[in-house]
């Protein structure tokens, strides 16, 4: 059995960690089969969540597959905060984002608690604070440039896709330090492909012998593929000459040295985290940054004037304000080992909570005006703590959180400062589910003048 079969076999998303809960010890939520309820979050989550807030109140229990497993969803600022705050052996992270398992592996820091995590998570850190993001800085800049000059004038296209193309090439070379053009073409293929699960794969995972057919078995080939050309840039890495004078995230890994060492297999799962994790979450940023710009001239202009004289702070406030408008990653869950109480509410050990980004970004107590785009409540003290939360919060907060904003103001200040950014004819965008994250359904398309 291969690493990647054996991976595969030992994950059981949520299924092995959740207790059996009776509805009456969780808060109300929808009676349908768990497989509806499944089917209507995971595919039909920007129309479902909000009738369920709707319907239920601030909190509401909705049931997932494979075993009609609790999910209770929390929506006010004080819920998020006590979630965050909460003791990392009782709010545990990793079991929430079993669904993950099977692809990023069980070594993955999305997937660890307790000391694992810990331990992970200082060891990672290194290659995402304030210095080294200021060392990539130059490389994304490249990038951009190379990317933008590509683009043709007048000829509208999908931003989704250039921005994709893009921030995979930065994760490929700025993490993983892939500088080879032949194991570089190799990886996109296998990256995208992993990327590109459906839902109903995410679903069947529970069901392992589905691994064996159709949609199952083409991600578990791909999976093997992408592990064999994993494993074969670590140990050229491992006895690379210029180890020492690498800056990319692997390399600064492979550097630790003694019992903190990472082995093959750690590397590869913590490698294919960021690489899945850090890529097209801030494509999509970027692609929604882009068509709400193309949306609106007088924020456009003065976004071209902030890219023109190096304020930052304007381009960051439009990055962050498409991640409130348009929430790439829906809600953060946690797996409660102890009983714990949240905003009043009891709950049982043994259920997985969370805060509800889509619905904390969208409440009019939480955000003026919510439905406009806004990039100014970012600049005047207006977003109050915890009602902004694309990155999760607490001890767990996305660990590259720090490494996309500085990539997408890089980028962004790159392409207004060559084009301006306007919407073809007649175009509009609303979001897609597209597995884990939601997507603009028509590629946020845009063309450049
Ligand atoms: C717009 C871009 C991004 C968004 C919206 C996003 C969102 C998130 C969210 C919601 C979490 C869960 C936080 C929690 O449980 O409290 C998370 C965790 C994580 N993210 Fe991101 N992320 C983005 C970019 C990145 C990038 C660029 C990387 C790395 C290169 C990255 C790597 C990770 C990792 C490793 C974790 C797990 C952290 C832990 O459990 O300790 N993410 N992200």
């Known amino acids: ?89 009782v709010f545990h992270a990793g079991k929430g984002n079993a669904i993950l398992g099977p692809i990023m592996g069980e070594h993955s820091l999305l997937l660890q608690d307790s000391a694992e995590h810990k331990r992970a998570r200082k060891l990672l850190m290194p290659a995402f604070n304030g210095a080294a993001l200021r060392g990539y800085q130059s490389v994304v800049a490249r990038l951009a440039a190379e990317e933008v000059d590509r683009w043709t004038p007048g000829v509208p296209f999908r931003s989704l896709d250039r921005m994709n193309a893009l921030t995979l090439e930065v994760i490929l070379r700025v993490v993983f330090g892939v500088t080879d053009e032949a194991r570089l073409a190799r990886l996109r293929p296998l990256v995208n492909s992993t ?17 064996r057919f159709g949609p199952w078995k083409a991600t578990v080939d791909n999976q093997r593929r992408l592990d064999e050309v994993m494993y074969a840039e670590i140990a050229e890495r491992r006895a690379a000459p210029d180890l ?36 097209e979450t801030t494509a999509t940023a970027l692609a929604w940054s882009l068509h709400e710009l193309g949306r609106h001239p007088d924020l456009r202009a003065r976004a071209r004037a902030a890219a023109a004289s190096g304020d930052d702070d304007f381009l960051e406030a439009v990055l ?15 797996h409660l080992m102890r009983p714990v109480t949240i905003g009043g509410v009891d709950l049982p050990a043994g259920a997985n909570i969370g805060p509800s980004i889509l619905i904390s970004h969208a409440r009019a107590d939480n955000h003026r005006d919510p439905g406009a785009f806004r990039p100014e409540r970012f600049l ?42 306007t919407l073809p004819a007649g175009a509009t965008d609303f979001p897609r589910v ?16």
Request: glycine fraction near 8%; charge should be positive.
């Open 1 to 89: 059995m291969t690493v990647t079969d054996d991976r595969f076999q030992k994950m059981q998303p949520l299924a092995g960690h959740v207790r059996h809960l009776a509805p009456r010890d969780l808060p109300p939520g929808p009676r349908w089969p768990a497989l509806l309820q499944s089917i209507a979050l995971v595919r039909f989550r920007h129309q479902f969540v909000p009738a369920m807030h709707k319907r239920y109140g601030d909190v509401f229990t909705v049931r997932i597959m494979p075993k009609g497993s609790a999910l209770v969803l929390f929506t006010r600022p004080e819920h998020a905060k006590q979630i965050f705050a909460g003791d990392p052996e």
């Open 195 to 211: 990327v590109d699960i459906s839902p109903a794969v995410l679903l069947g995972w529970g069901y392992p012998f589905l691994q």
């Open 244 to 279: 020492g004078e690498r800056t990319d995230v692997l390399s600064q890994l492979l550097r630790v040295e003694g019992e903190d060492g990472l082995s093959d297999a750690e590397l590869r799962d913590q490698l294919v985290t960021l690489l899945l994790a850090g890529h």
């Open 320 to 334: 962050k304000e498409a991640m409130r408008l348009h929430p790439v990653i829906p809600m953060v869950v946690r």
């Open 380 to 421: 005047d003290g207006e977003v109050a703590t915890n009602t902004w939360i694309p990155f999760g919060g607490g001890v767990r907060r996305c660990i590259g959180a720090g490494f996309s904003l500085m990539e997408g103001v890089a980028v962004l200040r790159e392409v207004l400062c060559r084009f301006d950014v």
């Open 434 to 449: 597209r597995n884990i994250t939601s997507v603009p359904r028509h590629g946020a398309r845009i063309v450049v003048v």
